[in-house]
């Protein structure tokens, strides 16, 4: 039995919703995961393996149902996804008392190997360091992999965060991608982790 006078867990979740002439754009975003729900539905499969990544390593419910101008291109859906899911991300953190604040790490996928330095910092920075050969797109409807830092531009922004993206190796491009978005997941996983009661600033907000 719960003792009444224990105050009750505050619930890390958000919805929002953002519509424009290009895009229409739902997002419902549980920090703490309870269930194990992901699904995301962009029109583009590549972009929608890769958010998927962001629910599954960061261990977030994530649902996400985007429709958008596709037939000019991809680059309204995925910039507006961006968008809206920084947005939510910082909602569903409220002040951030307790997180851990900061997380970094090298991850690997087969030969691919990238570096992810990030802070909830409520200062959006964005440092973006992997290159591409020849740049071919993914997937049908394609998605060009030069999104991908627009994609992260646009999340860290919203966010407020600090996020930093290296390439340290890798010749697949699906690979490099893709250990990409595993990389931010797991070090959102690990800054999101409450580990205290006070904010993790000298200032006292984040």
Known sequence: ?????TPATPT??????????????????????PTGVVA???GLPFFDHMLDQIGRHGGFDLTIDATGDLHVDGHHTVEDVGILLGEVFREALGDKRGVRRFASGLYPLDEALVEVALDLSGRPYFVYDVPFGEVLPLGNPPFNPEMVEHFWQSFATSAGITLHVTKKAGSNTHHVIEATFKGVARCLRDA???EGTGVPSTKGSL
Do not use: C, N, P, Q
């Not at 039995?1 to 006078?5: K, L």
């Not at 890390?12 to 995961?33: C, F, M, P, Q, W």
């Open 192 to 194: 999101v982790r409450v």
């Open 1 to 5: 039995m719960t003792d009444a006078s």
């Open 12 to 33: 890390r979740s958000a919805h929002r919703e953002r519509t424009t002439k290009e895009t229409s754009i739902a997002i419902t975003l549980d920090v703490d995961g």
């Open 40 to 42: 995301t539905t962009t």
